[in-house]
């Protein structure tokens, strides 16, 4: 089992910045990508942003210039720095890692959320 634990989420002001983290642990084996996913209330869940183990990202152009995706291959962590926050970044933010060795279809794990609420 894989277990991934988010936390930095929060009440903040418009133009402020929050960080984001998230640790993966448990039976972790080839870990293709992490990423950040949001949901709002009456909306899908969608990317906001993800990079490979390779250190490609992948943005959602409405965060581009604004969030920075990072992570930490051996600690397993993926990180979002968001800032220059807006209210329609408000949303339950969501880890998500993948985890695919070549062959077969990947496995996505999936964080419990942490919620981020920006007051304008």
């Known amino acids: 089992q894989v277990q991934l634990v988010e936390s930095g989420g929060g009440l903040v002001q418009s133009g402020g910045s929050l960080r984001l983290s998230c640790a993966a642990s448990g039976s972790i084996f080839s870990i293709y990508a992490m990423g950040w996913y949001r949901q709002a209330p009456g909306k899908q869940r969608e990317l906001v942003a993800a990079i490979t183990i390779g250190g490609n990202t992948n943005y959602a152009d409405s965060v581009k210039g604004r969030f920075t995706i990072s992570r930490d291959n051996v600690k397993n962590t993926v990180a979002l720095q968001m800032n220059s926050l807006k209210a329609e970044d408000t949303a339950v933010y969501y880890c998500?890692?993948?985890?695919?060795?070549?062959?077969?279809?990947?496995?996505?794990?999936w964080g419990q959320g942490t919620q981020v609420t920006v007051s304008s």
């Open positions: 998500k890692l993948t985890s695919w060795r070549g062959l077969g279809s990947p496995t996505d794990y």
